[in-house]
């Protein structure tokens, strides 16, 4: 009996921000996690539309694709708290 090849998953996430500046600074400071090295689990894509952020997240499996969600909402949750909190 063979090895049983887990299937690809992903996900588009959009995150709506107060205003465009908010989005932009988020958007900053995740940009950097999507340079991810070639021998991870997953690849992101991260782009901004006015006050949106859009997060795009392919992984090797779901165990991947759910701790790359889960990192990445906890650093956008943590990045619009900064920044609220300094405003």
């Known amino acids: 009996m063979g090895m049983v090849r887990a299937k690809r998953a992903s996900a588009s ?4 921000f107060p205003n465009a ?3 932009g600074a988020v958007y900053r400071s ?3 996690e999507e340079a991810m090295p ?3 689990k997953c ?3 991260i ?9 795009e997240i392919e992984a090797d499996d779901t165990a991947a694709l759910r701790a790359a969600l889960n ?4 650093w ?3 990045a619009r708290d900064m920044i609220e909190r300094r405003d």
């Open 13 to 16: 996430i959009e995150l709506s």
């Open 21 to 23: 500046g908010v989005a």
């Open 30 to 32: 995740l940009k950097p």
């Open 38 to 40: 070639k021998e991870t």
């Open 43 to 45: 690849r992101t894509k």
């Open 47 to 55: 782009t901004q539309r006015k006050n949106v952020l859009c997060l």
């Open 71 to 74: 990192s990445f909402l906890r």
């Open 76 to 78: 956008a949750s943590v």
